[in-house]
């Protein structure tokens, strides 16, 4: 199956991945790991969560009353001073354990680049073998930037000692939803 295959290589680079039933389930999840991961309403302490589709139909308001530091109004000062970034992408790729997803938006790149940690929100359907199936699914013309992230950011630069958070997160969590559809945005 390609989520045993994806969970096994995004685990081999670090990430941490975790799988869930449904909607719900998944921000049952989500709500607890901002809880339990330090998230406070003061400046480097925020979690910023990007527009996407899992967020269609929630009341954001009554989600930022129940995680104080949750804000849902994605800026370049707030993204700064973020601690959890949330986003959700489209693809995985089962051979690499790379998640993959339209970056286009800026909201995206700023909760998934700037924050220490990024957690990931993936539909269990987006999961695909390798990128070549990527590239079949991937219109550049409704696309102006795709993103492909493998692991928390790394680097070696460095005397060739491997240093995490360099670059970007130095965790990188993966929620799989069993009943989210892949939405290429």
């Not at 049952?28 to 527009?51: E, M, Q």
């Not at 993959?100 to 700023?110: K, S, W």
């Not at 928390?152 to 799989?176: M, N, W």
Request: glycine share 8%; net charge negative; aromatic share 6%.
């Amino acid at each position: 199956m390609d989520y045993e295959l994806f969970k096994t290589r995004a685990e081999g680079v670090s990430a941490e991945v975790h799988r869930l039933p449904d909607k719900a389930a998944a921000l049952s999840f989500i709500l607890d790991f901002i809880k339990t991961n330090g998230v406070a309403d003061s400046p480097g302490a925020f979690a910023l969560w990007a527009p996407c589709p899992f967020l269609e139909g929630l009341d954001q308001a009554e989600l930022a009353r129940q995680a104080p530091g949750l804000s849902f109004e994605v800026t370049k000062e707030r993204a700064a001073q973020t601690l959890v970034g949330i986003n959700q992408v489209s693809w995985g790729l089962a051979n690499t354990g790379t998640i993959a997803g339209d970056a286009t938006a800026i909201a995206d790149r700023l909760v998934s680049t700037l924050s220490w940690i990024h957690l990931a929100i993936l539909p269990l359907s987006g999961i695909l073998p390798d990128l070549p199936a990527l590239i079949e699914r991937v219109d550049p013309a409704a696309m102006a930037y795709l993103a492909l992230v493998t692991g928390p950011s790394r680097t070696a630069d460095i005397e060739r000692v491997l240093t995490i958070g360099v670059h970007g997160p130095e965790r990188l969590v993966i929620v799989c939803v069993d009943d989210l559809e892949e939405v290429a945005r």
